[in-house]
């Protein structure tokens, strides 16, 4: 069971470039999140997929989108990078039920110049 | 809308001490409480949760934390750190699972827990 796996783990990028985070789960949960996670301000949800084929905005959406492509993978695609979006991305997932946890993945590390 | 504060951004102690993070939350409904601890380079880790029933939840690695509703906290204790304890904790909240946010979360700012040999 790898639980929630993040590719790349580094990726450094010029203003402009476009690039997709990719996250995967093997649990078979029902919601994915994407959060980035900045120096004092703890975690921010970007998007997040309630089940497969659905998706909605978090508290920070501008500069993002996202594809739920099967019940596993939940990618998240910067289509113009800016160095506001210098970040950790986190993805995680939830098990159906209103008691569950999120479990987290390692992250990504993004630098954008 | 739910807003989760964390009172101190850093917190020093020395080994074999006490130590209490403190959370405090804002939020118009039902509330479901987290404390999530996330090592250095690594994604976060569940430590507690608190849904319902008593006010002081245990979790792992020796760590409890009091719910406290009058005075929406739910500060974090444990009686005697380790080294290893050094982490940034994390504490979140979700609204009622009756409504439609999916258990999305929210965090407070992060308390770097630094223990000192």
């Known amino acids: 069971n790898a639980g929630v796996t993040q590719t790349p783990k580094f990726q450094v990028l010029k203003t402009g470039q476009s690039m997709t985070l990719q996250c995967a789960q093997d649990?078979?949960?029902?919601?994915m999140y994407w959060y980035r996670q900045d120096p004092g301000m703890g975690l921010r949800l970007i998007y997040y997929s309630a089940s497969e084929g659905t998706t909605d905005k978090g508290e920070v959406p501008n500069g993002y989108n996202v594809s739920r492509l099967n019940k596993r993978e939940f990618s998240l695609r910067l289509e113009s990078a800016a160095p506001s979006q210098t970040s950790v991305y986190f993805c995680?997932?939830?098990?159906?039920?209103?008691?569950?946890?999120?479990?987290f993945g390692p992250g990504t590390r993004l630098t954008v110049l | 809308a739910q807003s989760v504060t964390q009172l101190d951004s850093q917190v020093p102690v020395f080994e074999e001490a006490p130590v209490e993070l403190r959370c405090n939350y804002s939020?118009?409904?039902?509330?479901?409480l987290f404390w999530y601890v996330q090592y250095p380079n690594q994604g976060l880790q569940l430590l507690l949760k608190?849904?319902?029933?008593?006010?002081l939840v245990k979790g792992i690695n020796g760590f409890e934390a009091e719910f406290n509703k009058s005075q929406t906290s739910f500060h974090l204790r444990k009686p005697s750190v380790h080294i290893s304890d050094t982490a940034e904790y994390f504490c979140a909240v979700s609204d009622e699972p009756g409504g439609t946010s999916y258990g999305k979360l929210t965090f407070g700012q992060g308390t770097i827990l630094t223990v000192h040999p």
């Open positions: 608190y849904l319902s029933g008593s006010t």
């Open positions: 995680a997932s939830r098990a159906g039920g209103p008691y569950n946890e999120q479990f």
């Open positions: 939020s118009s409904v039902s509330v479901y």
């Open positions: 649990m078979n949960h029902n919601s």
